[in-house]
C-alpha cells in the first residue's frame, strides 16, 4: 500500500509539471503574438458607435486589467498563475456579466458525457472485436469487420461527423442533427427529457464511436495475434483448456492492459474530437462554447476553454494512470 | 529504403493500393500548375453547373470550375500535411534519438516534455491561436504550430527504437572507435528508425490534415487560400446542401477520404515491414 502512495504521488507531481507546462505555453500563445486583445475587443464594442475619446481610454484602462495585463511580461504573468490559482477566469465579455467558470461549468457536463459513453463503448467494442479476431483469425465476419474498422481509423472526427450529418440530415432524416435537446422545451427532470437527450446524443455518439472503434480493435487484434503464438497459450490449448476461457483469462486480460496506458495516451485527441464533434452537431459543450467565443470575441472565454480543457484532461489522463496498477498486479511499484 | 519500398509495392497489396491512389491524386494535385483560372478569381465560369461533359466536376455558386479548384485545394492540403510532417519529424527525431541516447536524467526531462505534449487537447489550443492571431494567420505559421503540437507522440515512438539500440554491440563499438555523439545517432541508428519515421510520417500527416479541415471548416483559417478545408467552409457559407450542389461537398470530401486512406494503406504495409510477426500472421492465416 505504501508503495501505491508513493506511485500516486510520482504522477501527481507528473500531473502538476504537465498542468505548469501547458498552462504558462497557453499564457505564451495569448502574450506573444501580436494581436492585442484589448483592441480588438475596443474595436468590436466601438463599431458603429461614436464615442468620446475619453470613454474609449477608460474602456481600454478596464479592459487592460480585466484580462489582466497591465506591467511588465513578469507581472502579468504572476498575477495569470495568481488568477488561475484562485480558479477566476473574468467575466465572459459575450454573456456578460456571467463568470468564464459558470460558463465552463454548465457545457462541460454535456462535454463529459458524451466523451465517457461513447469512449467506454468505442474501448469495450473496439477491444472484445478485436480480441476475437486476433484469436478467431478464420472467421469471415471477423475478418469484415476487420476492413470496416481499418476504413474508418483514418477518417478525422470531423469528416465523418460530417457525413454522417448529411446522410441523416438531408439524405435520410430520421435523427435529430442539432441541440442535446428539442429546443424551448421543459427542462424539469422527466422521462420524456431523458429519452429526448438520448435521441439527441445518438449521431454525436454514433460518430465518436465509428471514428474511436477502429484504432482499439487494429490494437487489439495486434496484440492478440502475437500472444497467441506464446508458449503459456499453447500450454493451455495442449492441456485442453476451453478455448473460450483461455481468450478471455489469459490472453485478453494480459493484451489489455497495454490498451489502457493506450487510453491515457489518447484522451487529449479524444477530447478534441469530442469537441470538434459536438461543433458540428451544435452540442451545447465546450466545442460550441469555444466557437462560440471565437465568434464573438470574447477573450476571456476562450482563453477559459483552452486552460478548462487542459486541466480536464490532465486530470483524467491522471486518473487512468493510477488506477492502471489496481488492475495489472505485475507493475512492480516502488 | 528504395528497395524497401520495391518490395512492399511488389508483395504487400495494401501498400501497392495505397501507393496508386496517391499517385493518382499527386498527378491530379499536380495539374493545378496548367489550370487555366487563377483560383482566386471568382465568376470566370456560368455557376452552379451540375457534373458534366463541359465541366466534369460541376462549378460552384462562386462560378469557379471544381475540377481545377479542386486540385489546387487537393495540391495545397497535401503540401500542408507534408510540411507539417517534415517539420514535426525533425523535432520528433531529435527529442527521441536525443532521450534514447543519453538516458538518465536528459531522457527523464525529454519525456515529462513528450508526456507534457500529448495530453495537451491540440483543439482548444490551435483555436485559441487562431484568435489570438486571427488575420494574420499564414500558411507558414499554421504549418509550424501544428508541427510544434504534433511531435510528441512520434518522439516516444523513437525514443523506444534508440533505447534498445543504446545498448547494442555496435553502438559501443562505435563508441570506442571515437565516433562523435552526433556520427553515432545519424549514421548507426537513424536507419533503424528510418522506417518508423516514415510510418510515423503518413499518420501525422493524416492528423494534420485532419485539423486543417476542421479549422478550415469553421473559418479558423486563411479561408482565401483554397484547401481541400477551405472548399468545404465556402460551400457551407452558400448553403451548398441545401441549394442542391451537392457536387461542391462531395467531390472535395470524397478527395480528402481518397487521401486519408491512400496514407494510411502506405503506414500499414510499413508497420507490417517494421513487425515481421504481421507478415508471418498473414502468411498462417
Known amino acids: 500500500m505504501r508503495a501505491y502512495l508513493i506511485f500516486v504521488l510520482r504522477r501527481f507531481v507528473q500531473f502538476l509539471a504537465v498542468l505548469f507546462l501547458a498552462i504558462t505555453a497557453v499564457f505564451f500563445i495569448t502574450h506573444l503574438t501580436p494581436n492585442d486583445p484589448v483592441e480588438q475587443t475596443l474595436a468590436r464594442i466601438n463599431s458603429g458607435m461614436a464615442n468620446s475619446p475619453e470613454v474609449v481610454a477608460e474602456m481600454r484602462r478596464t479592459l487592460t486589467e480585466l484580462y489582466g495585463l497591465q506591467g511588465s511580461l513578469w507581472e502579468q504573468y504572476v498575477e495569470y498563475w495568481q488568477r488561475m490559482a484562485r480558479g477566476d477566469l473574468g467575466p465572459s465579455l459575450s454573456a456578460f456579466p456571467a463568470p468564464v467558470t459558470s460558463l465552463v461549468a454548465r457545457a462541460a457536463p454535456w462535454t463529459a458525457g458524451l466523451l465517457v459513453t461513447s469512449t467506454v463503448i468505442a474501448w469495450t467494442l473496439g477491444n472484445l472485436l478485436g480480441g476475437l479476431a486476433g484469436y478467431y483469425r478464420q472467421n469471415r465476419l471477423l475478418k469484415a469487420a476487420e476492413i470496416a474498422a481499418m476504413g474508418l481509423q483514418p477518417i478525422p472526427y470531423y469528416v465523418l461527423a460530417f457525413v454522417l450529418l448529411i446522410l441523416f440530415g438531408y439524405v435520410w432524416p430520421i435523427l435529430p442533427i442539432t441541440g442535446a435537446y428539442v429546443m424551448n422545451r421543459d427542462l424539469s427532470f422527466s422521462l420524456s427529457l431523458v429519452l429526448d437527450v438520448l435521441r439527441h446524443s445518438i449521431l454525436p455518439a454514433v460518430s465518436l464511436i465509428l471514428v474511436g472503434i477502429g484504432g482499439w480493435f487494429i490494437g487489439m487484434r495486434a496484440l492478440v495475434s502475437n500472444l497467441v503464438t506464446e508458449d503459456y497459450v499453447l500450454y493451455a490449448e495442449l492441456g485442453g483448456v476451453d478455448r473460450g476461457r483461455i481468450l478471455r483469462s489469459y490472453v485478453m486480460r494480459n493484451a489489455l492492459m497495454p490498451q489502457i496506458t493506450g487510453l491515457a495516451m489518447n484522451l487529449g485527441a479524444i477530447f478534441s474530437g469530442t469537441v470538434i464533434t459536438e461543433e458540428v452537431y451544435g452540442y451545447p459543450g465546450m466545442g460550441k462554447l469555444l466557437v462560440d467565443g471565437v465568434n464573438s470575441g470574447d477573450y476571456s472565454l476562450v482563453l477559459g476553454v483552452a486552460v478548462m480543457s487542459i486541466l480536464g484532461v490532465a486530470a483524467a489522463v491522471f486518473l487512468v494512470d493510477i488506477l492502471y496498477p489496481l488492475l495489472d498486479p505485475r507493475v512492480r511499484l516502488g | ?285
Open chain 2, 1 to 285: 529504403m528504395w528497395s524497401v519500398a520495391r518490395d512492399l509495392f511488389r508483395y504487400n497489396r495494401g501498400f501497392a493500393a495505397g501507393a496508386c491512389i496517391l499517385a493518382v491524386l499527386i498527378v491530379y494535385a499536380l495539374l493545378s500548375l496548367l489550370s487555366p483560372y487563377d483560383p482566386a478569381d471568382a465568376f470566370v465560369v456560368p455557376p452552379d453547373i451540375p457534373p458534366g461533359a463541359d465541366f466534369w466536376l460541376g462549378t460552384n455558386s462562386r462560378g469557379q470550375d471544381m475540377f481545377w479548384i479542386l486540385s489546387v485545394a487537393l495540391r495545397n492540403t497535401m503540401l500542408f500535411g507534408l510540411a507539417v510532417a517534415i517539420v514535426s519529424r525533425a523535432v520528433a527525431l531529435t527529442v527521441g534519438m536525443m532521450a534514447g541516447y543519453f538516458g538518465g536524467w536528459v531522457d527523464r526531462a525529454l519525456t515529462m516534455l513528450i508526456d507534457t505534449f500529448i495530453a495537451i487537447p491540440m483543439f482548444p489550443v490551435l483555436v485559441l491561436f487562431y484568435f489570438m492571431i486571427k488575420d494574420n494567420l499564414s500558411w507558414a505559421s499554421l504549418v509550424l504550430v501544428m508541427a510544434l503540437l504534433g511531435w510528441a507522440y512520434d518522439a516516444r515512438l523513437i525514443r523506444s527504437i534508440a533505447l534498445s539500440l543504446r545498448t547494442r554491440e555496435f553502438t559501443r563499438h562505435a563508441q570506442f572507435a571515437g565516433m562523435g555523439t552526433r556520427d553515432i545517432l545519424f549514421e548507426e541508428h537513424l536507419p533503424y528508425v528510418l522506417p518508423v519515421l516514415f510510418s510515423t510520417t503518413m499518420n501525422n500527416m493524416i492528423w494534420s490534415i485532419g485539423l486543417e479541415i476542421t479549422l478550415a471548416v469553421l473559418g479558423f483559417s486563411d479561408i482565401d487560400t483554397p484547401t481541400i478545408g477551405t472548399t468545404i467552409y465556402w460551400a457551407n457559407q452558400h448553403s451548398a446542401m441545401t441549394t442542391g450542389t451537392w457536387w461542391w461537398i462531395l467531390f472535395p470530401v470524397a478527395a480528402v477520404l481518397l487521401v486519408f486512406i491512400g496514407l494510411f494503406l502506405l503506414s500499414v504495409g510499413m508497420n507490417e515491414y517494421i513487425d515481421p510477426r504481421s507478415r508471418l500472421d498473414r502468411l498462417r492465416a
